[in-house]
């Protein structure tokens, strides 16, 4: 299985590369991108993020690196599709801001590849009602554990709701062009 650089490496890569995004967000945004049908190439965050101004990363780059994971993991029949977070031993509020600037960056992404209306099942159609609500919540402070396990299962949805949408956009369309 592919797995996703560490968060300090796409940090680190996005600040050089002169992108204007958190690495949450900017991995979300390459998800949205790919689970509404974008291109994989290794120019994306030209694409994904709307400015042709942008480099392509570096072979083997960190931002490189996200891109073959991202696109591995949402290929893969396994389910082990991961969200590119802080560690669990970040704060409670670090890490629900994080999730909702993936939101942010998904929805970003996946309405610049999908379109205005793209062809989705009424399960993928709510569950990006449900990821739009997302992207505008903002976390209250509290460390206890009930917040501790209701980001969990928000963090769980979020992932099953992405697959949900690249199965919608990008698979189910490649699975009919199979049989034709």
Same mark, same amino acid.
């Given at each position: 299985m592919a797995e996703l650089p560490l968060i300090d490496d796409v940090a680190q890569a996005s600040r050089r590369a002169g992108l204007a995004a958190e690495p949450s967000e900017l991995h979300g945004a390459l998800c949205g991108w790919l689970s509404g049908g974008g291109e994989n190439a290794a120019n994306w965050p030209?694409?994904? *993020? #709307? =400015? @042709? %101004? *942008?480099?392509?990363? @570096? #072979? =083997? %780059? #960190? *931002? =490189?690196? *996200?891109?073959?994971? %991202?696109?591995?993991?949402?290929d893969d029949r396994g389910f082990g599709f991961e969200l590119l977070l802080p560690e669990i031993d970040d704060s409670l509020n670090a890490r629900a801001d994080a999730l909702f600037d993936w939101c942010r960056g998904f929805l970003g992404g996946f309405g610049l590849a999908a379109g205005a209306r793209p062809p989705l099942s009424e399960e993928a159609e709510e569950a990006l009602h449900d990821l739009a609500r997302l992207a505008q919540a903002a976390p209250e402070s509290s460390d206890d554990d009930e917040d501790e396990h209701a980001l969990a299962e928000i963090e769980e949805f979020v992932r099953v709701a992405v697959l949900l949408l690249h199965g919608d956009c990008v698979l189910a369309p490649r699975h009919r062009q199979s049989l034709n």
């Open positions: 030209a694409r994904v *993020l #709307a =400015d @042709e %101004s *942008l480099p392509a990363p @570096e #072979a =083997d %780059s #960190a *931002l =490189d690196q *996200l891109r073959k994971a %991202s696109v591995a993991q949402l």
